[in-house]
């Protein structure tokens, strides 16, 4: 785990974990990975073209109780605050396209 040190309210973390994006009242489901997350929020990667402004649901794949990271919680609910269009990559993770920040609606403990 890599801690980011940034001019930030919390520090952030380094952390690859699979999830799963639903929207807001939908059963609808977008895959996705987490890239970094922090107590206030999460940066991901998803194969769907989120809308800006909106909440999500965002379930942990991995999800394990005892984890000290994000997976550490079933799910999380956050608004997606910005997007960015990665550049092309030949990683693992090429298919998920889509980059998002997610404020979580509350900070949580790890």
């Known amino acids: ?5 940034e001019n930030r309210e919390y520090e952030r973390y380094e952390h690859q974990s699979p999830l799963m994006i639903y929207p807001k009242g939908s059963s609808e489901y977008y895959y996705g990975l987490s890239c970094n997350y922090s107590r206030g929020g999460m940066y991901l990667k998803t194969d769907g073209d989120l809308d800006a402004e909106e909440y999500y649901t965002i379930k942990m794949l991995n999800y394990d109780h005892t984890s000290p990271g994000p997976e550490k919680y079933q ?36």
């Open 1 to 5: 785990m890599i801690m980011q040190k």
């Open 75 to 110: 799910e999380y609910q956050g608004l997606v605050r910005w997007a960015q269009l990665p550049e092309t990559s030949t990683s693992s993770d090429s298919s998920y396209y889509y980059g998002y920040g997610v404020e979580f609606t509350r900070p949580v403990e790890y």
